[in-house]
C-alpha cells in the first residue's frame, strides 16, 4: 500500500473584532502557499466579555465572506477567560501554567459549558449560513463537564494538543501535537521558536501535521518569521488539508 501523502492543518485562533487587524495579517501570513484558503478559523462570540460579535455587523459580514470563500469555521469558547475555581493540582496547574487565564472550558461545570457551546453555535451558525465545522476549547483545555457536552451538543469535531476526535462518537481522527507559538515571555517565546526549529526538521514524516497562530504573535516579528518557516518547511512535499475532510460525508 502506497503511504498517504502528508496533510497540513492550519488555524488561526481568537478571531474576534478585537483582534481583527491581527486576523488579517495572520490569515495573509498562513495562506502565502496555499491555491485557497485552506485554514481554519476559531471564532470566539464575546472575547474577555468586551468584544461582543453581533449579526449585521462589519465583522460578521467578513466571517460570513471567510466561510464563503472556503475557510473552516469553529466555535472557540464564548469569552474565552476563565473565572471558575478549580479543584485538584492538576486542573489548577493547567489553568495557571497552560495558559495565561484563559482556559475558559477547563472548570465549567457540565449545564453552563453545554450552554455556552450551543449559543456560540448558533451566533456563528446564523452569521456564516453553515454549520460550524466543530468545538475547540480555549487553549485545548477541556473540564469532565465540557467533554460530556461536547457529545451532547453533537459537535462534529474537536481538537485538543494532541488529536482531532468526533465527539459524538470518540473517534480519533488525527494524531501528534499541535504545533503553536506563545507571546507572554521572553522565555515562553525562545521556547516556541526551538520547537519549531525541531518541528521543521522531524514532523514532515507524520500523516498529519497542525499548526495553529494566535493575534498575539503578530507582536514579535521572530516568531511571524518562524511561523512563515515553519508553514513552508512543512507543506513541502505535504498538502494543504482542511477540518472538513474528517467530516463523515465532506470530500477535500
Known amino acids: 500500500m502506497p503511504r498517504p501523502e502528508p496533510s497540513l492543518l492550519v488555524s488561526i485562533h481568537d478571531v474576534s473584532p478585537k483582534f481583527e487587524g491581527k486576523v488579517d495579517r495572520l490569515a495573509d501570513l498562513v495562506s502565502r502557499d496555499m491555491p485557497a484558503p485552506r485554514y481554519a478559523m476559531l471564532v470566539v462570540p464575546d472575547h474577555w466579555g468586551d468584544s461582543a460579535i453581533r449579526a449585521g455587523t462589519p465583522f460578521a459580514s467578513r466571517l460570513r465572506a471567510w466561510s464563503d470563500a472556503g475557510v473552516d469555521m469553529f466555535v472557540h469558547g ?8 478549580h479543584d485538584g493540582a492538576l486542573a489548577k496547574f493547567k489553568a495557571k501554567r497552560m495558559t495565561a487565564g484563559e482556559g475558559e472550558f477547563l472548570g465549567l461545570d457540565h449545564d453552563t459549558a453545554r450552554a455556552r457551546m450551543a449559543d456560540g453555535r448558533k451566533l456563528i451558525e446564523d452569521i456564516i449560513g453553515r454549520p460550524a465545522a466543530g468545538f475547540i476549547a480555549p487553549a485545548w483545555l477541556y473540564g469532565e463537564g465540557a467533554l460530556r457536552a461536547l457529545g451532547e451538543e453533537g ?3 474537536a481538537e485538543d494538543h494532541m488529536k ?3 465527539p459524538t462518537t470518540g473517534e480519533i481522527v488525527a494524531k501528534g501535537p499541535v504545533i503553536t507559538w506563545a507571546s507572554r515571555s521572553r522565555w515562553r517565546i525562545a521556547s516556541s521558536l526551538a520547537v519549531a526549529t525541531l518541528a521543521r526538521a522531524a514532523l514532515p514524516r507524520k500523516p498529519w501535521m497542525r499548526v495553529a497562530v494566535h493575534p498575539g504573535d503578530t507582536n514579535v516579528p521572530a516568531l511571524t518569521d518562524s511561523i512563515a518557516r515553519t508553514i513552508a518547511a512543512l507543506s513541502r512535499g505535504a498538502r494543504f488539508a482542511r477540518y472538513r475532510e474528517f467530516l463523515p460525508a465532506a470530500g477535500a
Open 155 to 157: 459537535f462534529a469535531l
Open 78 to 85: 464564548w469569552f474565552h477567560l476563565d473565572r471558575s475555581e
Open 164 to 166: 482531532v476526535w468526533r
